[in-house]
Nanobody
């Protein structure tokens, strides 16, 4: 069965750092585009960053450039999100997404991990 399991969330002070992990299983990880999304209470889910099979990454929003970095380790079937200089507005549930785009289109989602940035 397909599984995406996020970890690494928690409570952090403003200016602090966290690294989120998403462990994948049940599909050919290396062929999928991986992404991180987030959703805060009362707001729509938004794309944080994405990374292709080649390792090329998509551009995050201006507010996250220079602070968030996505990476993947195909040998470990894991995608990461390094978050630095965290701000209260980064507080959200962060979700892992796996996407296949071709003649077959598939999307898989994890259950999310909560990140709370507060003093």
């Amino acid at each position: 069965q397909v599984q995406l399991v996020e970890s690494g969330g928690g409570l952090v002070q403003p200016g602090g750092s966290l690294r989120l992990s998403c462990a994948a299983s049940g599909f050919t990880f290396s062929t999928y585009r991986m992404s991180w999304y987030r959703q805060a209470p009362g707001k729509e889910r938004e794309l944080v960053a994405g990374i292709y099979s080649s390792g090329s990454s998509t551009s995050p929003t201006d507010s996250m450039k220079g602070r968030f970095t996505i990476s993947r380790d195909n040998a470990k079937n894991t995608v990461y999100l390094q978050m630095n200089n965290l701000k209260p507005e980064d507080t959200a549930v962060y979700y892992c997404n796996a996407a296949l785009r071709g003649s077959i289109v598939l999307d898989y989602w994890g259950k999310g991990t909560l990140v709370t940035v507060s003093s």
